[in-house]
C-alpha cells in the first residue's frame, strides 16, 4: 500500500520560512518523480514544484521561483519542500504526488499516480 505522509504545515507570518516534508513507504521512491502541489478552496490544485527520480530535473512555478526549494533523499525516501519568503498568497493545503511513468516533471495533477493527504500552510499578513 502506498503511502505519501506530509508534515511541516502550520501558520506563519508573511516574510518568514517553512518547511515541509513528505515520507513515502510501499513504493520504489527512487523511481518516481516527486511533485508538490496546493489547493485553495474552489480553485483548481496547483502545481508548486517538481523533482525527478535523479534530482537532475527540477521545475518550479514562476510564482514560488527564487523562494521555494525542492530537494529529495532517495535514501530516506522523502521529498522536502524548503518555502521562504511566504506570502499570504502562499496559503493553501500542499499536496505531495508521485509519478512512476513520466520522463519529464509533469506540472499538471494528471499523471502523478499517488497522493499524500495534505497538509495546511496559513501565512497570515
Known amino acids: 500500500q502506498v503511502q505519501l505522509v506530509e508534515s511541516g504545515g502550520g501558520l506563519v507570518q508573511a516574510g518568514v520560512s517553512l518547511g515541509l516534508s513528505c515520507a513515502a513507504s510501499?513504493?520504489?521512491?527512487?523511481?518516481?518523480?516527486m511533485g508538490w502541489f496546493r489547493q485553495t478552496p474552489g480553485k483548481e490544485r496547483e502545481f508548486v514544484a517538481g523533482i525527478s527520480w535523479g534530482s537532475s530535473r527540477i521545475r518550479y512555478a514562476d510564482s514560488v521561483k527564487g523562494r521555494f526549494t525542492i530537494s529529495r533523499d532517495n535514501a530516506q525516501n522523502t521529498v522536502y519542500l524548503q518555502m521562504n519568503s511566504l506570502k499570504p498568497e502562499d496559503t493553501a493545503v500542499y499536496y505531495c504526488a508521485a509519478d512512476g511513468t513520466s520522463a519529464i516533471v509533469p506540472a499538471i495533477p494528471t499523471p502523478y499516480e499517488y497522493w499524500g493527504q495534505g497538509t495546511q500552510v496559513t501565512v497570515s499578513s
Open positions: 510501499g513504493l520504489t521512491f527512487s523511481r518516481y518523480t
